[in-house]
């Protein structure tokens, strides 16, 4: 069981489609997860309009390159957040500013993601949802249960009209579970689908670099969370902790090595996807594998290129036999 080993867009928007999914098949992908910005999908063209989706459609025929989901992060984290002056750079110039305005496009922008899912033949959406307290997460001043309660009350209230979206065009939303998200690491994530009461349209995209950094091991999650894992991201982390750096970054930027951690071309990182794999194995996930590729601290074409080699030595089938069956009496 080889899976289908893709490359997720977003790192990439600055490049224009045609560009980009030219330089995908150099790699040697197999496909694309395409991220709903920049020149690579306007999702109410998509939705809309079918000569639109046939000439994307096209691009990627002409390339060889299939695609596996879309993804939705940057729309979906404005349908859920408070406002603050970072979402204008994700809204459109006539929202910006106005927090009521730029939800209300978030929302539609996120249906129209579930019908431009369809129309591009795609049975899953990545992405964000965004979080109402994100800001309380360390508890001081104090932060009493109830705004915890309300805050996913709300999450439910803002996407139940979006699932409902999906539902209706018979795709999945997979959060991918982050820091910054009503859901990011384990019992936030159990916490979630309680709130939604384990709806089936809801599960998750499993990105280990994520949950590493917070110590919350990779392959555990999958484990536990195995039937809800619609997409997984293969991306990596380093935690370089040194007795001056803290694991919350300490307001350094991405790639800084005075950081107590880093996201990691795979392989170059602390995440064991050998545990991953089995895991995957175990819970029957037969998706593709995303490479996400973050790493500031390296080209990324050739970062491109050794990921996808990477992945495709990581990546194994279960065995169809038990090593010992031979020795068994009959």
């Known amino acids: 069981m080889a899976r289908a080993v893709t490359l997720f867009t977003g790192q990439w928007a600055d490049l224009p489609f045609e560009t980009l999914c030219q330089k995908v098949k150099a790699f040697g992908y197999d496909g694309v997860e395409i991220a709903c910005w920049g020149d690579h999908l306007d999702v109410q063209k998509a939705a809309t309009d079918p000569v639109y989706v ?24 404005c349908v859920g957040d408070q406002w603050d002056p970072r979402l204008d750079t994700f809204a459109p110039a006539d929202c910006k500013g106005h ?7 978030a929302i539609q922008e996120m249906k129209y993601t579930a019908r431009a899912a369809r129309a591009m033949g795609c049975k899953v959406v990545t992405g964000f949802m965004g979080s109402p307290v994100w800001g309380y997460w360390y508890s001081f001043p104090p932060t009493p249960e109830r705004m915890i309660d309300d805050a996913f009350r709300e999450i439910v209230r803002l996407w139940t009209p979006i699932l409902d979206e999906f539902d209706a065009c018979g795709v999945r939303f997979a959060l991918e579970v982050h820091p910054t998200e009503i859901a990011f690491d384990y019992y936030t994530a159990r916490r ?23 110590g919350v091991k ?56 050998d545990a991953i794999i089995r895991e995957l194995n175990d819970a029957g996930y037969t998706g ?23 992945v495709r030595r990581v990546d194994f089938a279960p065995s169809s036999l038990a090593f010992d069956a031979s020795m068994k009496s009959s």
């Open 54 to 77: 046939q000439r994307k459609k096209a691009v990627l025929a002409e390339h060889g390159l299939s695609v596996f989901a879309l993804g939705g992060h940057l729309a979906g984290q």
């Open 288 to 310: 593709p594998l995303s490479v996400e590729w973050e790493d500031a601290g390296m080209d990324r074409e050739a970062g491109a290129r050794e990921a996808l080699q990477f």
């Open 99 to 105: 927090p009521e305005k730029i939800r209300a496009w």
């Open 192 to 214: 979630l689908l309680e709130a939604f009461e384990h709806r089936p349209t809801l599960g998750f995209n499993l990105d280990p670099s994520h949950l590493q950094w917070q």
């Open 218 to 273: 990779p392959h555990l999650f999958a484990r536990d969370f195995g039937k809800r894992i619609f997409h997984v991201h293969m991306k990596d982390t380093a935690v370089t902790l040194d007795g001056r750096a803290g694991i919350l970054g300490s307001n350094l930027a991405f790639g800084d090595s005075r950081r107590g951690w880093n996201f990691r071309s795979l392989g170059h990182g602390d995440v064991d996807f």
